[in-house]
Structure formats: C-alpha cells, structure tokens
C-alpha cells in the first residue's frame, strides 16, 4: 500500500512524516505519472489557488480524476478540501477544482477575525477529541447523498467522507497526532479496487 502526496505547494512534508510514521510507504507526487502505483492520495493545505494553477499546467486534473476512477482514496485537507469540491462558494472567479466529493464548500469562511484558530473537535470514530487547527479555513455548507459528516465546529461542518474520499477544513498533519491519517489510511485499505 503507497500514499501519494501531493507535493506542489503547501503543508505536504507535515503529511508525509505523519503517514511514514503510521509506518506507510508515501511518495511525494510532483508529476502525474508518479500516481501510478498510489492506492491513496493526500491533497494538502495551502492555497488552493497556487495549487489548483500548478495542477492545470502539469496535467494533474486529468490524471487525478483518472486515478480515482480506477479506485484511488483521496483526502483533502484544508486548500485540498476545496480542490476536490463539487461547489465552492467565494471561489476566485477562474477558480477550478476536481468536483470529486459531492461537498459544497465555502472558501476563506471564517474571515479575518478569526481566520486562524485551534478547537478540539469531536470526530464521529476517535475515542477523544482531536485538535483541530484551522488556517484561513473553509468550511462544509453542505453534504450531499452519501456523505457523512465526521466532525462539526460551531454547527459548520469540518469534516467529512464519503466511500473513497475525505474532506477536512482543518490541517492534522501540524498536530503530532496522527488519528485522522490512521482514519484515512484505513479508508484508503478498504476502497474499492477497480
Ligand atoms: N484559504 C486557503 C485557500 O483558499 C486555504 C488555507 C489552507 O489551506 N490553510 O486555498
């Protein structure tokens, strides 16, 4: 089993230490023909745009959706949250994503007053709370069929996941803790194999 991160701009070093210390065999992905081979792949924090840019000139849209359909498990985390978002609100005008998750996310929601912040979240199979640390976040304004909401701030939803895909506003790799990468790796294990 390899986990493919995507490794173009932002927090990817932060996931690729906490997988290899579940013991999982990761890849840092810089061109589309590395996702070969991946079984997940982790979308991480940053800025969505810089990172969606990056993506159209490599030919990562294609590949991404290419490997999802053959079965790939995919998180977004944060700016990947968004990237993989059927619906963005306050997207930038040109702004494009993946449309993998049938999630409706809400770009930079939290604003500038609080645009960064730590709360411990309640996440629906951990045993304790997890930190969350949240980073000119998004949040989920809406679900659709198949979707289950993992974790709630507030009454907004930060978590969430469907068969093969996950979504969080929220950036675990910066904690130490490696939980919510335990969730996924489990996830990625269980996907459907095309
Ligand atoms: N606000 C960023 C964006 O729109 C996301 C921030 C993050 O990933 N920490 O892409």
Avoid at 55 to 61: E, K, R
Avoid at 71 to 98: K, S, Y
Avoid at 99 to 118: H, K, P
Avoid at 122 to 149: M, N, Q, S, T
């Amino acid at each position: 089993m390899k986990i493919g991160v995507l490794a173009l701009q932002g927090a990817f070093r932060e996931h690729i230490v906490t997988l290899e210390a579940l013991g999982v065999s990761t890849a840092a992905i810089r061109l589309p023909h590395q996702l070969e081979g991946c079984d997940g792949l982790v979308i991480p924090g940053g800025e969505s745009t810089a990172i969606g840019k990056l993506m159209a000139t490599y030919g990562f849209y294609e590949a991404v959706t290419q490997r999802h359909d053959e079965g790939m498990a995919v998180w977004g985390t944060c700016a990947g949250a968004i990237l993989i978002a059927l619906h963005v609100r306050d997207a930038l005008p040109d702004q494009r994503t993946l449309g993998l998750m049938d999630i409706s996310v809400r770009r930079n929601a939290y604003g500038r007053q609080v645009d960064s912040f730590e709360a411990d979240l309640d996440v629906a199979g951990l045993d304790a709370p997890f930190p969350g640390v949240f980073i000119r976040a998004p949040w989920i304004e809406a679900v659709g069929e198949g979707v289950e909401v993992l974790a709630q701030h507030d009454g907004r939803i930060v978590a969430a996941r469907a068969a093969d895909l996950m979504a969080t506003s929220f950036h675990p790799e910066l904690t130490g803790d490696p939980r919510i990468h335990r969730l996924f790796v489990e996830q990625v294990v269980g996907a459907p194999r095309a």
